[in-house]
């Protein structure tokens, strides 16, 4: 053995000996190597012969020993040192912000890790616990008799982040080392144990059944940086692995080469076991593989806590573990070579890592570290409700239980400040995370979990014995989605030598897909599996470069309408020529679907007596949820909303309907405009001779809705029948909006394949059009498209070679027309023309009946062109006529799409449900004899009728109820009309919509979680919304739809009126007014009217008298006002305009007044003098109006200032009167009448047009002396 050969080489004897043999080391070599490339990530610097590193450093450096390095070796198996010292210089500097930390100078003394294994702990020289050297793969050199300690972790202490202020940094990887230290020996040591029972022990591979290493423990999980390029992060776990079989375990001898001068030309490179790590997310019931890597395990670490030691560093001893650390995956010197696993020569499975990309054998691609370790995206990591798993699997050659080599931890991601952090959660199970998701001892309803062993391709050239090369694991749940359901299938692969390169599920070619997907590991971005139906398989296949390799796990989901059912899944093995693809038995669609479902019913509504003799039963259109039953005697019958039966008929023609044979009242049509035009269409077989079908016209009463106007009747065609039978008679409206009529074939005429007359054939006709005004039996048009227009044979002709096609139907969901054509004797049948076609089928009568020829149940029709039946049955008693049905298209989704029909005299009912190509039927009641029609209501319920009166309706079970989440947009007018899309849940066909108390419009119910419909006008404000499915079951959404007014124009006038107050004549005045339209729509002007002069109006600013604004613009209206007659004027603009307000008036007030004279009064003072007392003396002031133009008003007026009335004006003796026109002038006579002797002085004071001006007034009064008489003076002489 190894150890054993080595001699004592100037060792010293160690004070302590016993059975265990003691080492010594000293001095020797160490390649250090420090992480630069992603340190920076934690704000820390590099800094190595004065220069910033920013990449991986690696350097070699010598060390001494101050004192040998005692190690334990119990029998050759490494467990410690116990004591000793080495110095060493890493000539590393490390910076953060102003700290810094020189690493030289260390006294590396031995120490116990955290996890509780040997290790070297680094001191500075003030004795500052700064590294520890951990996790060391220890190994003995033979040829140089070297101990070395490798793959070595070097991680900071608290010490170092404390000096470097960066708490992140403690416990930070901060790189590797590698140590080549001289061995000895001590003196003395006992070297001949070697434990108990080694001798008896197995040894591999005598029987490779003995080998079996486990997965043990998973404790760390560190962050190691984020990948720039693609904003990945990096994950790096450890593992601790213990042999629990009952033989020893090689460790695979060491590899040949390391590179960087490391040596090893004796290890065989063919077995290196492997370490596989991955991380998952388990969330909404899907399991999902986020990131996987693995490393080759290729050295010998640690036997550690062993239960027997057998002194051979080369073997992992029974019950012995190993550690492998988190950072032995950091770079292609820490792995094993690429090409020691040889699938070609059967040595092993084959793998590839992230330095041998490609698988070929080559170790030399350059890689960073990001390229090494677990790589997940941040974006997966933090959704909410997910559980998150790592798990490791280790794998060796031989392993008898792969599954307990493998293990995970259930692990809490989380961002913090420098990174993230992984804590774990729970403890550590063995086993696969994909049975977290499907357990495969429990898995479940609807789950399931397969292990598939792959055989072997080729048997081993060195072993002699074929063997498994791998496991597939399949899980699978299925859940129901309301809709249908969801399956989702998660593939795993642990088989080395093949890649799954398709998966492929069972699917019916009638299985509705809703949708499907792929779901890989984000280590493979964009390179999604296409999916295809094809062949009877729902097929995901991968592309080129992403085939489901080894340990990947790739997740495939769909929903469809199939429940689960026992089937097989297949897998596509990459071509391989022995196992080129596997089959396993797992739950799939049903690949066979009932045609009836287990929950379908037929129940009476109406009993027998409740109608006479009802034929059909039609809806109108018009959302008032009415029924109108058509009675064979004439009469239509109301069904309201409330499923009571009006006791007033529809409309009564039974005076002109002749019942004989199989003629009466046999079809209703309402117009698809009859909510607007109340029109509605019948057809009946009249009275008189000879017997004639009618097709015609009423109108709905105008002033009663439940009510026909009789007089109204209006003839739209008259065909005239040979005999009382096969005389068809329904009539429908298609998708297309033209009137559809089935004719038979006149009974023994037989004219099914005579393209001249209008008998045996489906017609087609456009009844709002008349191409023949002059003829009373065909007031209607003929559709340009009609198959034989221009071509031999009638153009109202759609189709023909029928006999007696009495009950048709349109598929309200397809447009497919449905035509149930009774037989003669042998076969019934039921005839589907697609919404596609483009008419002129020949369904084959006379010539064939059903698929058949007429009158053969063995010789196939021989019709060239004709068209076959997709349902038909034997005429055997007591069978014998068919009455057409409809495709279900109500609320109950079990019943969906099935077609229901009947015989009219068994009372059979069938079902029928389109499985692949071919329509399949079930039997699926018995209601007695008399099934004379089947109808609709405008919720899309199905009725069956009876001759006897009785009313039946297909139901299944209650269908769920809906749910309503939101509507979108959530506001419109009040007005109505905006179209509006609701969410939620279970809705069903027919489901109704109310806000508030008005019913939606245009109800289109989209998915079970999506209805479309248009709102009705309300009041603004906010409503309520609620769905009611057909069952009645519904929701509400409290306030859901807010109404809004409707956007409309408002004028506003400011301000709302003009006074110009008072205008000189001749003078112009001008005022504004801003005319604003304040409302929410364009306002237009249409025109702005007045009386006109004196007024003026200048709308330039606003663009003239007609005009637009947009909301909140505004413009100026400037009015001017000049008068020309003394007088009050009044007016308006009235303006016109599309405002709720208009018209709209600016008032306008003005008044003219005269135009002031200019007074002139002359002399400016009246002096009387002296004047005798009792006498007076006059003078005048002259007063003129000076101006060119202009009347003065003179307000004259007189005072005296010393209160007597000496001074007073002759109104007699003047001539001024209260106008004084321009240029003119007037006299005033002012007299002075002193009554005593005094001086007296006043003030004339005269006004005009409000101007006064004062004329001061002065006299005196004298004594009057006696007069003395002059005898000058004679007296005159008479005569």
């Avoid at 693809?581 to 037929?602: C, S, Y």
Wanted: proline content about 7%.
């Amino acid at each position: 053995m190894l150890l054993l050969s080595l001699l004592a080489v100037g060792g010293r004897v160690h004070a302590e000996l016993d059975a265990n043999q003691i080492w010594t080391a000293s001095g020797g070599e160490v390649r250090l190597e420090l992480r630069a490339d992603y340190l920076p990530d934690f704000g820390l610097e590099v800094i190595y012969q004065g220069q910033p590193v920013s990449q991986v450093l690696s350097v070699a450096r010598g060390f001494s020993s101050v004192d040998h390095l005692v190690i334990e070796a119990p029998f050759g198996n490494f467990e410690g040192m116990r004591s000793g010292q080495m110095r060493l210089d890493t000539g590393w500097v490390l910076r953060h912000r102003a700290s810094e930390v020189r690493l030289d100078e260390l006294t590396l003394m031995p120490g116990i890790h955290i996890n509780g294994h040997p290790s070297l702990e680094a001191f500075d020289v003030a004795g500052r616990h700064l590294l520890t050297f951990h996790h060391m793969h220890i190994g003995a050199e033979h040829d140089r008799e070297l101990l070395t300690l490798h793959n070595t972790g070097i991680s900071a202490t608290p010490a170092l982040a404390e000096l470097l202020d960066l708490p992140a940094l403690a416990g930070l990887g901060l790189g590797m080392a590698w140590f080549d230290l001289p061995l000895s020996v001590p003196a003395g040591a006992d070297l001949s144990g070697r434990g108990p029972g080694c001798e008896d022990r197995p040894k591999w591979p005598q029987d490779r059944n003995e080998i079996d290493v486990a997965m043990w423990a998973m404790d760390v999980v560190a962050y190691q940086g984020q990948d720039p390029a693609t904003g990945r992060i990096k994950v790096a776990p450890d593992a601790t692995l213990k042999n629990v079989s009952m033989g020893d375990v090689p460790w695979i001898q060491k590899f040949g080469s390391l590179g960087g001068g490391f040596s090893y030309p004796y290890s065989p490179p063919d077995q290196h076991p492997y370490l596989v790590w991955s991380m998952y997310r388990l969330s909404d019931g899907r399991i999902e593989q986020l990131g996987v890597s693995g490393a080759k395990h290729a050295f010998l670490t640690l036997n550690w806590n062993c239960s027997i030691n057998c002194g051979n560093m080369n073997v992992l001893w029974p019950g012995c573990e190993d550690v492998y650390w988190a950072g032995t995956n950091d770079s292609n010197f820490n792995q094993g070579p690429r090409s020691d696993i040889q699938a070609s020569e059967g040595l092993f499975e084959s793998t590839c890592s992230f330095f041998d990309p490609n698988c070929t054998g080559s170790q030399t691609q350059n890689s960073t570290s990001f390229q090494n370790r677990l790589m997940v995206d941040p974006g997966q990591l933090q959704t909410a409700g997910a559980d998150y798993f790592l798990d490791s699997w280790y794998v060796v050659q031989y392993d008898v239980d792969i599954w307990n080599s493998m293990g995970y931890r259930r692990i809490n991601p989380n961002p913090v400040s420098n990174g993230w952090s992984f804590g774990p959660l729970g403890t550590f199970t063995q086993g696969r995370v994909l049975d977290q998701w499907v357990n495969p001892a429990n898995p479940g309803p609807n789950a399931d979990h397969v292990s598939i062993v792959v055989p072997s391709a080729t048997p081993s050239l060195r072993y002699p014995f074929n063997m498994p090369q791998g496991h597939i694991n399949v899980a699978m749940r299925v859940s129901e989605t309301g809709n249908g359901y969801r399956y989702r299938y998660a593939v795993q692969n642990y088989d080395f030598d093949r890649g799954v390169e398709a998966f492929r599920v069972p699917f019916p070619d009638d299985a509705e897909l809703f949708s499907a997907q792929f779901v890989g590991v984000d280590s493979e971005p964009g390179d999604d599996w296409t999916v295809t139906v094809a062949d009877g398989y729902l097929n995901f296949e991968a592309p080129a470069n992403n085939p489901l390799s080894w340990f990947k796990l790739f997740t495939f989901e769909f929903e469809t309408d199939r429940p689960p059912a026992a089937t097989e899944i297949t897998l596509d093995l990459g071509g391989d020529a022995v196992v080129p693809a596997w089959t396993e038995a797992m739950l799939g669609p049903d690949p066979v679907v009932a045609v009836i479902p287990d929950d379908a019913q037929l129940v009476s509504v109406f009993p027998a007596g409740s109608f006479t003799f009802p034929l059909a039963l039609r809806h109108a259109g018009d959302g008032s949820g009415r029924a109108f039953v058509v009675e064979r005697a004439g009469r239509i019958r109301i069904i309201d909303a409330d499923n009571t039966v009006l006791a007033t008929p529809f409309l009564d023609i039974t005076a002109q309907v002749d019942e004989f044979f199989e003629g009466g009242l046999l079809g209703l049509a309402f117009h698809p405009d009859f909510a607007s035009n109340g029109l509605f269409y019948v057809s009946f077989t009249s009275t008189g001779s000879p017997l004639t079908s009618r097709i015609v016209r009423f109108e709905v009463d105008s002033d009663n809705p439940n009510l026909a106007d009789p007089s109204s009747q209006f003839n739209i065609l008259s065909i005239a029948q040979p005999a009382g039978n096969h005389n068809g008679g329904d009539i429908h409206f298609g998708p297309d909006g033209l009137l559809y009529i089935g004719l038979g074939d006149g009974g023994p005429a037989n004219q099914s394949q005579n393209l001249s007359t209008l008998l045996g054939n489906m017609l087609r006709i456009d009844v709002d059009n008349d191409d023949f005004p002059s003829d009373p039996n065909r007031n209607y048009a003929i559709p340009a498209d009609n198959p034989f227009v221009g071509q031999t044979g009638l153009d109202e002709i759609w189709s023909y070679g029928l006999r007696n096609p009495y009950r048709f139907s349109f598929d309200r969901a397809t447009g497919d027309l449905w035509i149930g054509d009774v037989g003669q004797a042998t076969w019934e049948e039921i005839n589907l023309q697609l919404a596609s076609s483009a008419g002129g089928e020949n369904y084959g009568w006379d010539v064939c009946e059903g698929a058949w020829q007429n009158g053969s149940t063995t010789v196939p029709c021989s019709l060239a062109g004709s068209t076959l039946p997709v349902i038909e049955y034997r005429r055997l008693s007591p069978q014998c006529s068919v009455t057409g049905g409809y495709r279900y298209r109500g609320p109950f989704p079990s019943l969906q799409g099935l077609y229901a029909y009947g015989d009219y005299c068994s009372g059979q009912v069938w079902l029928a449900r389109e499985q692949g190509s071919a329509w399949n039927s079930e039997a699926f009641a018995s209601v007695g004899f008399g099934i004379v029609g089947f109808g609709e209501d405008e919720i899309g319920h199905l009725y069956l009728l009876r001759s006897n009166g009785e009313v039946l309706r297909f139901v299944a079970d209650s269908a769920p109820a809906p749910q309503l989440d939101s509507v979108s947009p959530d506001q419109g007018l009040e007005s109505g009309g905006t179209q509006v899309s609701l969410a939620g849940a279970g809705f069903a066909p027919g489901t109704t919509v109310v806000f508030g108390a008005n019913a939606c419009q245009d109800v289109d119910v989209l998915s079970e979680t999506e209805i479309s419909c248009v709102t009705p006008a309300a009041a603004p404000g906010s409503v309520d919304v609620t769905v009611t499915n057909p069952d009645q079951q519904s929701d509400t959404l409290t306030a859901g739809f807010t109404y809004v007014p409707l956007p409309e124009p408002a004028l506003s006038l400011n301000p709302p009126e003009l006074a110009f107050g008072e205008v000189q004549l001749g003078e112009e005045a001008s005022l504004e007014a801003e005319l604003s339209n304040s409302g929410t729509a364009t306002l237009t002007v249409s025109s702005i009217d007045w009386q006109g002069a004196p007024y003026s109006l200048d709308a330039d600013d606003c663009g003239g008298v007609s005009f637009e604004l947009a909301p909140e613009q505004s413009c100026v209206l400037s009015v001017s006002f000049m008068p020309d007659a003394v007088a009050l004027y009044q007016d308006e603009l009235l303006i016109v305009s599309n405002a709720a307000s208009s018209p709209d008036s600016l008032g306008l007030t003005g008044s003219g007044i005269p135009i002031p004279g200019e007074l002139a009064v002359e002399p400016m003072a009246l002096d009387f003098g002296a004047v005798f007392e009792g006498l007076s003396e006059t003078l005048a002031v002259v007063l003129s109006n000076v101006a060119e133009v202009g009347a003065l008003d003179l307000d004259l007026s007189f005072a005296i200032t010393d209160g007597n009335e000496a001074f007073a004006i002759d109104e007699a003796a003047s001539d001024c009167d209260a106008e004084l026109s321009a240029q003119t002038s007037c006299t005033l006579i002012v007299r002075f009448l002193p009554p005593a002797m005094a001086p007296y002085a006043g003030v004339l004071r005269v006004e005009a047009d409000g101007n006064a001006q004062d004329v001061p007034l002065d006299g005196e009064g004298i004594e009057l002396e006696p007069m003395i008489f002059d005898d000058r003076f004679e007296e005159p002489e008479e005569g």
